[in-house]
């Protein structure tokens, strides 16, 4: 068992150091092995690496299949077939177990939820009143409004995730040439426009209410402790606001990264574009956005159909 727990240790080094994965997917990838060594011992008593075979793999794929959801099983067999392929790589093991090995899954592909325009006006329309009304009232919780209809303001105009937002940094913000530079995933990095002159002026306005609070922070969004806001601080401000104006489902910042790839997709935005904005690896993962709203597209064709370019007489 010691061979099989310094695998997985190096795996992670390797995963960390070399391929330079988040944080989040190294815990994910820790769970999902010590859950597979867990399985080892209490099933197949297996201490060696090599004893580990396709047969011993169904086995535990078997056991996933009838307590897990399919998106959790996907999650697991990548980080198994990503750790036995290193393994592999490292001449730990003659072949992985998963070589010519076919994983059927089967998951429903949802449509993502979305915002509607009238939704997200309503949301703008409450941070805004509400700032000015704070602004006779609470000068520090028109501060703290303030930040956060410049997250807003991010969410809804660049489709960044929240993670992307609660690491920008200062200098990825870029006010002078209306550009977000973005250390995505796999750090692949981009640059987002600010095309909005409002989204803008929000922006431009946190930075200088918040000039000396953010004086020597290397972030760019700061909690009220003068600290790096988190993801999680960023999720429960999104729930509360739509709250406020009555939105009953759950909404998240992945909503309004939905909702912008939607609506781009819908004004007949490039794909390729569109992969390129939200920082996609695949365009597969682009196209499930792709549920075209037929009286758009019909617009959009008569607009742009080469037919209506050809003249006659």
Do not use: W
């Not at 909005?196 to 929000?202: F, G, P, T």
């Amino acid at each position: 068992m010691k061979a099989i727990q310094k695998a997985i240790t190096d795996f992670l080094h390797h995963c960390r150091h070399e391929k330079k994965l988040s944080d989040k997917t190294l815990k994910a990838y820790g769970i999902d092995l010590k859950q597979f060594v867990a399985y080892l011992k209490d099933n197949h008593h297996i201490i060696k690496l090599k004893e580990i075979d396709k047969k011993v793999v169904s086995g535990y794929l078997n056991e996933l299949y009838s307590e897990a959801k399919p998106k959790t099983i996907k999650r697991k067999v990548a980080t198994l077939r990503a750790f036995f392929n290193f393994i592999e790589f490292e001449d730990r093991i003659v072949v992985s177990p998963f070589r010519k090995m076919k994983v059927d899954i089967k998951q429903d592909k949802a449509l993502p939820h979305v915002l509607t325009i009238d939704e997200i006006e309503e949301l703008f329309k409450y941070l805004y009143e509400q700032r000015d009304f704070l602004k006779r009232t609470s000068l520090f919780a028109c501060k703290i409004l303030i930040r956060d209809i410049a997250i807003f303001e991010m969410l809804f105009s660049t489709g960044m995730r929240v993670s992307e937002i609660s690491d920008l940094r200062h200098e990825d913000v870029d006010l002078d040439h209306k550009v977000i530079s973005v250390n995505g995933r796999g750090h692949r990095e981009r640059n987002i426009p600010i095309v909005s002159q409002q989204a803008l002026s929000a922006l431009q306005n946190y930075r200088s209410t918040f000039h000396h609070d953010l004086k020597d922070k290397e972030y760019f969004f700061i909690n009220k402790h003068n600290r790096k806001i988190s993801d999680q601080s960023i999720r429960i401000l999104v729930e509360k606001y739509a709250a406020k104006v009555g939105i009953k489902r759950k909404i998240t910042p992945h909503t309004f990264r939905h909702t912008v790839a939607t609506l781009l997709m819908e004004s007949g935005v490039d794909l390729r574009y569109v992969q390129y904005i939200m920082g996609h690896s695949s365009i597969t993962t682009t196209q499930v956005y792709n549920h075209p709203n037929e009286d758009n597209q019909r617009k959009l064709l008569a607009e742009l159909h080469p037919r209506t370019k050809v003249k006659i007489g």
